[in-house]
């Protein structure tokens, strides 16, 4: 059995686990068998969630949740996987979290059941939440090119299916952008590794989170979509700093419009068959792209994901992401490219 650290026990073991990563991060970074994957490193698969595992981690969840789970299927992927999500809590406002969108980068996929698991119990944490917030919560947009560990969708395509929300190639996209219109999030988040391993502009730090406030340039959104992308970033990264260890850089200013989350922000495409959104409900969707080591740390990368996300759902759910002071957030450094930059 494949292992899945429950939300309650994970949370628990923050403590210990952020000690611990404040020596991966001190290790130079060009050591043979330092952060950087290397090319002829075997990745053990073994301890990360699979699609089996998606699915009999949700069933228990679900199953166990006292009715405040509730798993179903979007669709079916290009190789007939169902393509699962869940949904907590009964708030106003949705939150859509989705994670493997790129079926390489592992460990996205059980942040989110952790965050399911804890979501779904009885802590204070999670009952503002589920008062507050319906959360979608998707823990492997992208099962097919997850089970065989490539980036892209494999059928009937091999495309990257986060830049097929103009085009819709693949069953994924049609299933998800309907679900997108059906649920009509206010906020998404979308999780993402990085392929490498850069260091903090001007330190010697690793850089082990990248925020990505802007998956467009920010005069294609509202001014109410740049402020809220960028009080989700800032949320986030305060609750790293707290932590002290994540050494956070901007992602590069990129401007790709047919990113999920792109077309989201922008609305005014669909699949064949289907009406455009042309009034978007959602106003503020941001990424995160979190270092890749492979099998060595999977507990710290987890915490990476599942510390800022708690931050954001928490903040929303309490109103105070409306608040949020985004004057750090121009002064947040970049990345230097390359330390382990074959991707
Ligand atoms: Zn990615």
């Known amino acids: 059995m494949r292992r899945i650290v429950t939300g309650l026990a994970g949370f628990a073991m923050l403590a210990t686990v952020l000690t611990g990563a404040g020596t991966v991060a001190a290790e130079p970074p060009h050591l043979p068998g330092g952060p950087c ?187 109410e979509q740049w402020l809220t992308n960028r009080q989700m970033a800032m949320a986030s990264v305060e609750a790293l700093d707290r932590y002290g260890l994540a050494n956070v850089a901007h992602y590069p200013l990129i401007d790709i419009t047919n990113a999920g989350l792109s077309r989201m922000l922008m609305g005014g495409t669909a699949p064949a068959g289907e009406q455009p959104v042309m009034q978007t409900p959602t106003k503020g969707a941001i990424f995160y792209e979190v270092r890749s080591v492979g099998q060595k740390s999977n507990g710290q990368l987890e915490n990476l994901f599942r510390i800022p996300t708690m931050a954001v759902l928490r903040a929303a759910a309490d109103g105070s992401l409306a608040q949020q002071d985004v004057s750090g957030y121009e002064d947040l450094p970049f990345a230097s490219q390359g330390q382990c930059g074959r991707f």
């Open 37 to 223: 994957v290397q090319d002829d490193q075997n990745v053990s698969l073994s301890s990360v969630a699979g699609y089996d595992d998606v699915i009999r981690e949700l069933d228990r969840i679900e199953r166990t949740s006292q009715g405040r789970v509730e798993v179903a299927s979007a669709g079916v992927s290009g190789e007939g996987r169902e393509l699962y999500y869940a949904t907590v809590g009964t708030g106003p406002t949705t939150f859509w979290l989705q994670a493997r969108i790129h079926g390489n980068e592992l460990h996205s996929t059980e942040a989110v059941l952790q965050i399911l698991d804890h979501l779904a119990s009885g802590s204070p944490d999670a009952r503002l939440i589920r008062e507050n917030l319906t959360v979608v919560i998707i823990p492997m947009y992208n099962p097919d090119g997850a089970e065989a560990n490539i980036r892209q969708s494999t059928t009937p395509t091999r495309i990257d299916l986060n830049r097929d929300w103009e085009n819709f190639a693949q069953p994924e996209t049609v299933a998800f952008w309907k679900l997108w219109r059906d649920v009509a999030p206010e906020l998404a988040l979308d999780l993402h590794h990085m392929g490498q391993a850069p260091i903090v502009e001007g330190t010697n730090d690793l850089n082990q989170f990248q925020i990505g406030a802007r998956s467009i340039d920010p005069s294609r959104m509202t001014a």
